[in-house]
């Protein structure tokens, strides 16, 4: 089981930058798959970015294009993670709820399986970004 905690998020201003933080506390050793998703009103959540913690590979949405950057920070005794999304020249299709999640087993070979919802089973609580015209 693994607990996730979100920070940051906001309002901003069109071309603005936010930056999130997800701390993440696996209570069991190992690797996971570390993710942020978005989901907008009216539709389905989407994934913005994800890493291996096993590896050095992070994919992003399409959407991103270079926008986003995803980062893992890890404490002394290995036993949490931050996360972090630093998203700038933000945009007003940017506003969405965003949350964390993370996925423990199977392996996410493809850029498309560690960017589905539907293969994490940890989730934070989400937060709110507004981004205005």
Known sequence: QVRLVESGGGSVQAGGSLRLSCVVDAYT?????????RQRPGTEREGVAALF???????????VKGRFTLSRD???DNA??????HMDSLKPEDSAVYYCAAHETP???????AL??????NWGQ????????
Request: charged share 15%; hydrophobic share 30%; aromatic share 16%.
């Open 29 to 37: 050793y190992g690797d996971y798959y570390l993710a942020w998703f």
């Open 53 to 63: 913690t096993g590896g050095t590979r992070t994919v992003y949405g399409d959407f």
């Open 74 to 76: 890890i404490s002394r």
């Open 80 to 85: 949490k993670h931050t996360l972090s999304l």
């Open 107 to 113: 392996l996410l070979r493809t850029k498309p399986q």
């Open 116 to 121: 589905r919802p539907s293969n994490y089973a």
């Open 126 to 133: 989400g937060l709110q970004v507004t981004v205005s015209s």
